[in-house]
């Protein structure tokens, strides 16, 4: 059974950074994506990243861009989160989450298609 968990959260100001890092991934397949998500108080819960596993194809969204990079280790048993230039906006909790197959393009940013969740790391950015 994996289990994911995720490290790295902490408080940081505006403009600083954190890497968050979700091991447990080894038993995710080559075919699986591994994704990271947040969810701040009353607000859905929204996919920031992805990583393909066997190809290392990375997404972001649109609001990260250029200041979140996700990544996979050599032995692919952690994927991070490096988050730079932190916005207010960023706070929240961050989870990760894997699924054993590609999902169509549409649905990588959608949480319905991930089966394994992580419990989270809240990232809290102040100014």
């Known amino acids: 059974q994996v289990q994911l968990m995720e490290s790295g959260g902490g408080s940081v100001q505006v403009g600083g950074s954190l890497r968050l890092s979700c091991t447990g991934a080894?038993?995710?397949?080559?075919?699986?994506?591994i994704a990271w998500f947040r969810q701040a108080p009353g607000k859905e819960r929204e996919g920031v990243a992805a990583?393909?596993?066997?190809?290392?194809?990375?997404f972001e969204i649109t609001s990260v861009k250029g200041r979140f990079t996700i990544s996979q280790n050599n032995a692919k048993d952690t994927v991070f989160l490096q988050m730079n230039r932190l916005k207010s906006q960023d706070s929240a909790m961050y989870y990760c989450?894997?699924?054993?197959?590609?999902?169509?393009?549409?649905?990588?940013?959608?949480?319905?298609?991930?089966?394994?969740w992580g419990q989270g790391t809240q990232v809290t950015v102040s100014s």
């Open positions: 990583i393909y596993r066997a190809g290392g194809s990375t």
């Open positions: 989450a894997a699924r054993d197959r590609v999902p169509d393009y549409e649905d990588i940013f959608r949480s319905a298609v991930y089966s394994t």
């Open positions: 080894e038993r995710i397949p080559s075919t699986g994506y």
